[in-house]
């Protein structure tokens, strides 16, 4: 969820994008197209409205689960102004300057909890919350080779101190965060010494532990034996992490249009 906005006349979710340029709804299978003047296809999304009702479905679920009642309503907000060519009628889809009055007619609507239920379910919301990274979406095999920041393409070995992206050309010279980070959100939470030596090429242990000691991960066994597990919770609240997350959804513009950038990610401070 983009953002969940709790009042005595129920949850709205806004579901936020940052498409912009022509698009048009599709429905059989349920798709965001973005076309040129010509109205050719230049990018298929998920659509965003299919993926809210999703979302809005799983809140009611999770409220029942924790003994709550409260409406869930959702929409979708375009945050850049995109022309929208088709779309079927009635659909929950919004600008960015629509959404004060959206709010404010939510807020109008008759009361369905009271303020001890509110907040209740904003607080089991808040201890509930787990942090999100939103990488490495694009990626579809597995990790074997160094990754390319720039569209996360196989890198390959260029010199000494550089490897070379086999479809952008890009040159990277520090591949190790980004390439762990896909490692162990795609594979597997620990990596071995050994298997840190056969991705980057590394001809001894002791290179492997400094690549190692770039991410916060904790040493696991000894000697040749040694592997290194990650914990979730750590990598999502270290800046290192964060900030590679945030440069290579900087890099990647068509994942940062639908999932929005990491700062979108934080929570919103609850106000008392
Ligand atoms: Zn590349």
Redesign the pocket.
Known sequence: MDLAFLSNSGILLLECKQIGGRLRFHSGPAELRKVDEEGRTLAVYDCPVAQMQDQRQNLLQWLTMAGFRSPVYGVVVFANNPIIEEIKSGMPVFKLRETRNLIRHHIGQQPMINDRELNQIADAMISHYIPYLPFPLKIKDFIITPI??????SLKRHSERSWK?I????IEYKPYILTLLAWFLLLRNTITSAEIMKLFGLKTHKAARSVAEGLPLKKVGAGKASAYAADYKKLVSTSIVLDAVQTWLEHNRQTKDQYGSLKDHQPAAKDH
């Open positions: 390319c920041f720039d569209c996360s393409s992206c479809r952008c050309g890009h």
